[in-house]
């Protein structure tokens, strides 16, 4: 099961990638920097607004479903719809509030069309209830289905020179797609006569487990994005431009932890419960296969990032080259740190989290406030790599409540425990 889950998962984040790079790429050519700053802009606010509409639920309604027993699964579905339904109507308000304060008119108009979906948000909940049963490749189905359906209505409109409130609308589609699709699924198994059920005990359980996981994803995700939100407003929308493309291509290999994190949280909770050996061994094995993603991020940006964005942008992003591969650097502690944070997760120890992260993004905001007005968008990435290796990895070693943890990152840089363990990711 878990092969078929990784094997959907793979072929939906591939093609995910490829039809993000291809159009992204296009698209970000086609409006040159200044635009491009402020579509990414506006596409910022609604990244925080979507994680903020979760209140952390989906991770830990995952958790929470792996260990409780079937007949208990609708009543905690609910409950956990309920709440995340709420939350989104109240967060594509704030969105459209602060793309409003961000950018005036123009950026309110962008995110009145990008935000609205998250009114119904709350479908993540039974993307957590495949993930909870070890059905995720319904998750990759759906998640691949919506991708293709609005990267064809956006190619569509880059060709036709369309606007950019057309454009903000194509990338809404995916949401809306996924949203129909999973409603539908639900009518179909009869969940959305579960939805009338609510336990407040339940809800109040839920909310107590995922909100300090929200503030510590609230602040990993302050901690990514901060620096393109500060150079748009301390360089302006051109800068903002050039970072974004360059990001666009050295985040491209970020997207393998959530697969990861999908596919083997669910055996990872139950092995801390029952085997502390498997769970250590599975541990090494995960963080082994984030630094080999690392090494190879590196070294590829170092090697063809310069080709790469000349053959991609074009002149007016040459620029581009240095800021990309000096954030290339970040890949290997960003990778590590979303893995640490899943343990500490089933470990219920996600107040570390919280700690760590902020610490970074405090030194990282600091470090932005001094390199972008004399470096722009290259200063800004310098910060990145010395926010991401403090939060997720110096830490990590120093704090004696992770010392575990940080134990088996420095071990895995030498990358022979993944060879060593990782047949105990199938067992």
């Known amino acids: 099961m878990v092969l078929r889950n990784l094997s959907w998962l793979t072929l939906s984040q591939v093609v995910r ?28 606010i609604g990244i925080w607004m979507g994680h903020a509409s979760e209140l952390g639920l989906k991770q830990a309604l995952v958790k929470e479903l792996a260990v409780r027993p079937a007949a208990a699964a609708g009543l905690v579905f609910a409950s956990a719809f309920r709440v995340m339904l709420l939350s989104g109507l109240g967060c594509t308000l704030l969105g459209c509030l602060l793309a409003w304060a961000s950018g005036g008119v123009e950026m309110l108009q962008l995110g009145f069309v990008l935000y ?33 359906f609005s990267s064809a ?8 020179g369309a606007s950019l409130g057309w454009l903000a609308f194509s990338l809404a589609l995916e949401s809306v797609a996924g949203i129909l699709i999973a409603l539908a699924w639900c009518v179909r198994r009869g969940w959305l006569s579960q939805l009338r059920q609510w336990d407040a005990g339940i809800a109040r359980g839920l909310l107590h487990e995922s909100l300090p996981l929200l503030a510590a994803q609230a602040g990993t995700l302050l901690l990514l994005k901060s620096d393109q939100m500060m150079l748009f ?25 959530p697969l990861m994190i999908t596919s083997f949280m669910p055996l990872l909770s139950r092995a801390y419960h029952e085997d502390g050996g498997l769970y250590r061994n599975r541990q090494q094995a995960l963080f082994g296969i984030c630094t080999l993603l690392g090494y190879a991020a590196v070294l590829l940006w170092c090697v063809a990032g310069g080709w790469i964005v000349q053959l991609l942008y ?61 470096h722009g968008a290259v200063g800004a990435a310098w910060a990145t790599v010395a926010g991401y290796t403090l939060a997720w990895f110096i830490t990590s070693q120093l704090l004696p409540a992770l010392r575990p943890l940080g134990g088996l990152q420095l071990a895995s840089l030498g990358i022979a425990p993944l060879f060593r363990h990782w047949r105990t990711l199938f067992s």
């Open 314 to 374: 074009g002149p007016a992003f040459s620029a581009a080259a240095s800021v990309l591969w000096v954030h290339s650097l970040a890949t290997l502690p960003l990778l590590h740190g979303e893995m640490r944070g899943i343990l500490l997760v089933i470990e219920r120890k996600t107040a570390w989290s919280i700690r760590c992260v902020l610490l970074g993004l405090v030194f990282n905001v600091l470090l932005n406030l001094w390199l972008i007005p004399a």
């Open 153 to 160: 209505i956006r190619a569509v409109m880059i060709w036709q």
């Open 116 to 148: 609205a979906p998250l009114v119904l948000n709350a479908y993540q909940s039974v993307l957590a209830r495949w993930d909870a049963a070890q059905q995720s490749q319904r998750t990759a189905k759906l998640t691949l289905a919506a991708n293709l």
């Open 17 to 44: 990638m490829a039809t993000g790079f291809l159009v992204g790429t296009w698209l970000t050519r086609s409006l040159g920097p200044e635009k491009s700053g402020v579509l990414s802009t506006a596409v910022l």
């Open 233 to 257: 407003h301390l360089r302006g929308a051109a800068e903002a431009g050039i970072y974004a493309a360059a990001t666009r291509l050295s985040e491209l290999v970020y997207a393998s932890a």
